[in-house]
């Protein structure tokens, strides 16, 4: 839908409503659809109180609070009634600045929103907030973040993004609590599945498409909204692997490493919300550090938004890191800090008087107060809700679960697809099988990951998936928790599919693992199936790199799956029988054992990895992933730029598919700096494409290295391109050995 049809799919104009508003003349500047957005921001917080200032910084919860029924605490029923004398005894006549945890429908949304703008003095509308990490509500289901990276594709993320954005915003829903941009260095940690992987470069492509597909050129339509990359930032990195423990880093690697991920979401694609972490760097909580917020953020990266905490952060300073003696002086060190809205920390009157007395006391200036209000009502202007505060229900039916959002859910998963091992060419099966047992307790459900209920979408599992290909074939199904009956079952198929992995509630936020082997009895029933002789497949569903080290040692065939999305099912089966040939790739290195970590591919060189019971070296590498097909590369060459000039590295190599069979490779490209002022990791990933190559086809893949992609943050405190000579590498993963070198001169 085109930018200039969104006014016929929105309603009502406030200057229908203004008319209840006698301090809200119609013709205030801020009224006005066609001034400039900082001229309408500022005329509308002149007229503002001090209290309906602070009640902008506050996030309210909706479903159990102003909805007559919901099905939990983060959903109305479809057939829930606004309770506006609720409405009235929570928020008075001082608006609400957000509202999360409702997930209306569009007339719930419209309802609630006609009360709010006629409710308040200056006629401000509330902003909607929901989670839409890997979708939205009911709607489309899409492969969990660290499958989605797997493809290694940046346009099916975007188009992941703009799915899950119009779904949103035909709701009535203005922003999404995504992308998750830490970077997966610590693979116990539960949340790894919401991450793109271990890689800053990786995940800021990725991540910039995602907020790109999600705000589209302009907020102000009825299909894009709102993108919150989370959790600014190094959040991914916490101390033994649990959720809320400190990050040990310095500032080097907080900006060489950890923002990396980050700043292209932000300085290139604009996101306009980012949410501050619960966690602390060095000992300084997140929520509590300017240079973050102001000093990066805001006046390196140019961000206009506004920063929202995540759950419990602010609060934290006073109950968990003790850096603030009252919830008062918490609440003012976040806003001093720049956090501009919590995420309903504290209770809501606490958190807004806390603001007041601040202001009052002078710990606080109003005119700082005035930033954090003025960042928060540009946002609602860019989304154009003073102008068309509501939706047109019809909207809805049109784009929720639409044909285009289904198969670019079908799409990803199939290219998330990653083949590990596959010795004596066992996959892809023969469509001839007849009989095949499909094992484990991932095998007749479809595992979608956190932050999506699985009782959403299609729901495909890998034993629907396999049924539904080979209708003629038997397909025989045990979860495994009987392992006798397991092993009888395949002693009488011709393969065996063993369906392992993890499922929610042992993968996802705030579910920590101490090691990384399969969960409960899956080894033994693995081993138990291996031991009858037949041919085994092992496909893996879950949320974080897992210690197989047996199953690669004694497997002939693995496929990693991740969370693939309400279509996985079908796109593993038609990887396992050949209608789909395997292209993903690794976002994170598979360690042989919890012993190893942290086991990420581009630790300084100084790291050293061999123990005297383990020779250190990964099960399975970063960027790592088969095909059916093989794949050869040459030719790498590379032209610095001219020296005083901006431009970048000019890399080309040859790619060439030497199978016979069409397939996709993703060629990657890794740089070394050889010398430098300050350690710099081994290798690092600075360029990556996703191709699709015939039998016997070559392609030449060109790649431009920025030059701000060679700076480093020196001991002096400065970003600088030193001179010298630099490594690189192409290939098929992180241990590619096809390496040439450029000298970089002044």
Known sequence: MSVAAVSLCWLLSPQVEAAVHSDAPQDALYRHADAPIEERVSDLVRRMTLEEKVRQLDMYSGATAIVDKHSDETHATADAVFLPEKAEALWGSLGVGAIHDLNPTPDQANTIQKWVISHNRLGIPAMFIEEGLHGFDTGT???????????????????????????????????????????????????????????PYLTGQLGLAYVRGAQGTTLNTDHSVVAEPKHFAGHGSPEGGTNTSPVHIGERELRMVMLKSFEPAFREGHAMSVMAAYHEIDGIPVTADPLLFETILRKEWGFKGFVLSDLGAIERLYNAHHVAATPKDAVCLANRSGVDMQFYDFHHDVYQQA??????????????LDYAVRAVLRVKFELGLFDHPYVAPALNSSVHRSQAHLDVSLESARESMTLLKNEGGLLPLSKSTRHIAVIGPNGDVARYGDYERESNGERISILQGVRTLLPSASVTFSNGDDIAAAVAQAKSADVAILALGERQGISGEGFDRSNLDLPGKQEQLLEAVAATGKPIVLVLENGRPLTIG?????????????????????????????????????????????GQLPDFYNADPTRVRKYVDDDGKPLFPFGYGLSYTAFSFANLTAQPPTPGTRGGVEVSVDVTNSGDRAGDEVAQLYLRQDTSSVETPERSLKGFERIHLAPHETRTVHFTIPIHELEIWNAEGKWVVEPGFYTLWAGGDSQAQLTTKFVLKH
């Open 355 to 368: 603001l007041i007395d601040c202001v009052h006391d002078e710990s606080i200036p109003e005119s700082d």
């Open 550 to 594: 047996w199953a690669k040692e004694h497997i002939p065939a693995i496929l990693e799956a991740w969370y693939p999305g309400e279509f996985g099912g079908r796109a593993v089966a038609e990887t396992l029988f050949g209608d789909n040939n395997p292209g993903g790739k690794l976002t994170i290195t598979f360690p042989r054992s919890t």
């Open 141 to 199: 289901v899409y492969p969990a973040p660290i499958g989605l990276a797997a493809t290694w594709n940046p346009e099916i993320a975007r188009k992941t993004a703009e799915g899950i954005a119009s779904e949103a915003r035909a709701t009535g829903v203005d922003m999404i609590l995504a992308p998750v941009l830490d970077l997966a260095r610590e693979p116990r940690w539960g949340r790894v599945e919401e991450d793109f992987g271990e890689d």
